[in-house]
């Protein structure tokens, strides 16, 4: 039977262990209360270890390390401060391998810290935002630690939580982490204009949340019978629905429904969301599942970059030194549209970086390869959209260099002219 503990009593000593590992959800559905404890205790606590998928609330500082190892799948959100300072641990895997990783003791879990909506008159809970792989850290944790929110919004989940489940209820009433819209240049409307053409009526949908998916949602307006079956949903999901586009007609799986992992935005997509039967929360078995993917026809994905090379190799994570991005759900998805019927996977990225100084299309990536050239479909610039599949290199490094910016180009194409001539 779980144990209630005020905001103001709560003391992990006896409850946390030193040397124990935590998960808590990430996103949106990061669980303050609790956070805001650990850190506070964290040197009567330490030292533990703390897996954090991202991170919006900006909550996590580097002095926090003092007393708590942190790692994750990337440099998501405020995250990014932690990577610069040194004291963020990467670890390499897709959003669809984490809870597989959890299950399998890869990525300890000892103690599991998340946030739920009040329980039902059963005492079922939903887990409100965040899905994911929470479900996974439950399972495995030997303490389960519940912040019960009076705001969480009580969204339909594949797998609810149930009060038994659950070691140690903490309640609050405190609004939930927002993301506030991205601002929205030209360059982003005539990249999401190109993205929008390659969607038609009846396609099922990914995408994530920023300047180019906001547009895109603008522009989808007018289409019917759309999809959803992603790993994110933000505030754009809203327009769409209430423009009649999302019915979720074409879905051979969860006909009617769109799937997420995750509710990343502002409290109208919250409440949006609450009590709402046509949406359902997942974790990253159905939302990056291949074989739920590439079973869905029409799946059209749209991810963003920080770099291409003229390959077609595709860099998410780091340049220059910093670590920026991660490798996210991009491959699940990129791998999903490819292998799904009529479908296509679609990178959309500025032309340039640096305030026009630096091309985003470059000769040689200077990070990672987040996703091979042999997985890629569609890059697409506020210049153009290059069609790679099927393509050979030399010729993937024409089309790719005619979506660059133009100041760039001719650089481009002197490098890549023994790429040109020889054909590798």
Same mark, same amino acid.
């Given at each position: 039977m779980s144990r209630t503990i005020e905001p103001g009593a709560l003391d992990f000593g006896g409850i946390i262990k030193p040397g124990d590992a935590i998960v808590w959800g990430q996103a949106c559905g990061e669980p303050l209360t609790l956070i805001e404890a650990l850190l506070d205790q964290r040197a009567a606590l330490g030292p533990?270890?703390?897996?954090?998928? /991202?991170?919006?609330?900006?909550?996590?500082? !580097?002095?926090?390390?003092?007393?708590?190892?942190?790692?994750?799948?990337?440099?998501?959100?405020s995250l990014r401060g932690l990577a610069k300072a040194g004291v963020l641990d990467i670890i390499p895997?897709?959003?669809?391998?984490?809870?597989?990783?959890?299950?399998?003791? *890869?990525?300890?879990?000892?103690?599991a810290l998340v946030q739920v909506s009040p329980a039902d008159a059963k005492g079922w809970h939903s887990y409100g935002v965040i899905n994911d792989y929470v479900r996974k850290a439950v399972?495995?944790?030997?303490? &389960?630690?519940?912040? &019960?929110? %009076?705001?969480?919004?009580? &969204?339909?989940?594949?797998?609810?939580?149930?009060? /038994? @489940?659950?070691?140690?209820?903490?309640?609050?009433? =405190?609004?939930?982490v927002s993301v !506030?819209?991205?601002?929205?240049?030209e360059a982003d409307r005539a990249t999401a204009a190109l993205c929008a053409g390659y969607i038609e009526d009846g396609s099922i949908l990914q995408f994530g949340i920023g300047a180019v998916p906001d547009v895109i949602a603008q522009l989808l307006?007018?289409?019917?019978?759309?999809?959803?079956?992603?790993?994110?949903?933000?505030?754009?999901?809203?327009?769409?629905? @209430?423009?009649?586009?999302?019915?979720?007609? +074409?879905?051979?799986?969860?006909?009617?429904?769109?799937?997420?992992?995750?509710?990343?935005?502002?409290?109208? *997509?919250?409440?949006?969301?609450?009590?709402n039967p046509a949406v359902r929360l997942c974790g990253s078995e159905i939302t990056h599942g291949d074989?739920?993917?590439?079973?869905? !026809?029409k799946l059209v994905s749209i991810n963003s970059a920080i770099e291409v090379d003229l390959t077609g190799q595709i860099n998410a994570e780091a340049i220059g030194g910093a670590y920026m991005g991660? +490798? #996210?759900?991009? %491959?699940?998805?990129? =791998?999903?549209?490819?292998?799904?019927? #009529?479908?296509? /996977?679609?990178?959309?990225?500025?032309?340039?970086a640096q305030g026009g100084a630096a091309s985003r299309i470059v000769m040689a990536?200077? #990070?990672? &390869? +987040? +996703?091979? =050239?042999? @997985?890629?479909?569609?890059?697409?610039?506020?210049? #153009?959209a290059a069609e790679l599949k099927g393509a050979s290199l030399a010729e993937r490094a024409r089309r790719l260099i005619a979506i660059a910016h133009p100041d760039f180009r001719e650089g481009l194409e002197r490098d890549a002219h023994g790429l040109l001539t020889r054909g590798y």
């Open positions: 533990l270890s703390a897996f954090v998928g /991202s991170s919006f609330s900006n909550m996590l500082k !580097p002095d926090h390390a003092d007393h708590i190892r942190f790692s994750s799948m990337g440099a998501l959100g895997c897709h959003v669809g391998q984490i809870g597989a990783m959890i299950s399998q003791g *890869l990525i300890g879990c000892d103690v399972a495995e944790a030997r303490v &389960v630690i519940a912040e &019960v929110n %009076v705001q969480v919004p009580n &969204v339909p989940c594949d797998h609810m939580l149930h009060a /038994s @489940e659950i070691d140690y209820v903490v309640p609050s009433d =405190r609004p939930l !506030p819209p991205a601002r929205i240049g307006i007018d289409r019917r019978d759309l999809g959803i079956h992603t790993g994110m949903i933000g505030d754009a999901f809203v327009d769409l629905v @209430e423009a009649g586009a999302v019915t979720n007609a +074409t879905k051979t799986v969860d006909r009617g429904i769109s799937i997420t992992g995750a509710f990343i935005g502002s409290p109208r *997509l919250y409440d949006f969301v609450h009590e074989a739920i993917l590439s079973a869905l !026809p991660g +490798t #996210g759900g991009q %491959v699940d998805y990129v =791998r999903g549209a490819s292998r799904s019927r #009529g479908g296509r /996977s679609i990178i959309a990225l500025p032309s340039t990536l200077s #990070g990672p &390869v +987040t +996703t091979a =050239r042999s @997985e890629a479909d569609i890059i697409v610039t506020e210049h #153009g």
